[in-house]
T-cell receptor
C-alpha cells in the first residue's frame, strides 16, 4: 500500500540554524500539507500546497518557513532560522483532491529538537 | 471558527470492554469530521470520516462513530477492546471553504489492560 514517507525521523539542531524536513507524498496525489504538533499540544495546520504554490497557510507559517517541491517526488519544509519554540513533531500529508471530504494520508513525522 | 474538543487525554479500558472516546465539535456550518489513530512511531491513519451521508459511520478495526448534531458530538466507539487498539486517537474537523485543512483535537491516548 502506498504511503507517505518522511526523513529524517529525528533532527536535532542549534537555535538559529536552518533545517529542511523532507517528505515523499503518495505518487498520484496532488495536494500536500504540513502540520506540526508541539509536545502535549494539538496537531496544527501549517500550510497546504498545490500546483507548485502555496494554497493556504496558517498564522504559524511566517517568513521563517518555506515549502518547495524541488522535483517530481519530494516536498520539503524549510525553517530558515530555528527557534526553541519550533521544537515539535512535523507531519507531512497528501491527498488526491483538496476538498473537505477527501482523506489526507500522513507520514510518520519528523521530530525536530532545537537546542 | 471550527474546533474540536476531545474529553479525556487518557482513557484506560480492560481487554474486551467497550471503548468510548469523546469528541465534540464547534462549527457554524455542517462539518466534515474525522477520526485518526496514531500507533507508536507511525503516522496518523484514518479510522473513519463523516461527510454528511449516514450519521453512523463504520471504520476500520471495528470502530464506529455517530454524528449527533443536537449534541455536536462525534464520539468513537468499539464494542470490545483489543490489546492492539492501544494508541493515540485524534478527532479532526475539516475547514469548509478551505482546501481540506484539518483542525485537530488534542488527542486521547487509549490504554488497554489485559
Amino acid at each position: 500500500e502506498p504511503e507517505v514517507t518522511q526523513t529524517p525521523s529525528h533532527q536535532v539542531t542549534q537555535m538559529g540554524q536552518e533545517v529542511i524536513l523532507r517528505c515523499v507524498p503518495i505518487s498520484n496525489h496532488l495536494y500536500f500539507y504540513w502540520y506540526r504538533q508541539i509536545l502535549g499540544q494539538k496537531v496544527e495546520f501549517l500550510v497546504s500546497f498545490y500546483n507548485n504554490e502555496i494554497s493556504e497557510k496558517s498564522e504559524i507559517f511566517d517568513d521563517q518557513f518555506s515549502v518547495e517541491r524541488p522535483d517530481g517526488s519530494n516536498f520539503t519544509l524549510k525553517i530558515r532560522s530555528t527557534k526553541l519554540e519550533d521544537s515539535a513533531m512535523y507531519f507531512c500529508a497528501s491527498s488526491e483532491m483538496a476538498v473537505g471530504t477527501d482523506t489526507q494520508y500522513f507520514g510518520p513525522g519528523t521530530r525536530l529538537t532545537v537546542l | 471558527a471550527q474546533s474540536v474538543t476531545q474529553l479525556g487525554s487518557h482513557v484506560s479500558v480492560s481487554e474486551g470492554a467497550l471503548v468510548l472516546l469523546r469528541c465534540n465539535y464547534s462549527s457554524s456550518v455542517p462539518p466534515y469530521l474525522f477520526w485518526y489513530v496514531q500507533y507508536p512511531n507511525q503516522g496518523l491513519q484514518l479510522l473513519l470520516k463523516y461527510t454528511s451521508a449516514a450519521t453512523l459511520v463504520k471504520g476500520i478495526n471495528g470502530f464506529e462513530a455517530e454524528f449527533k448534531k443536537s449534541e455536536t458530538s462525534f464520539h468513537l466507539t468499539k464494542p470490545s477492546a483489543h490489546m492492539s487498539d492501544a494508541a493515540e486517537y485524534f478527532c479532526a474537523v475539516s475547514v469548509r471553504g478551505s482546501q481540506g485543512n484539518l483542525i485537530f483535537g488534542k488527542g486521547t491516548k487509549l490504554s488497554v489492560k489485559p
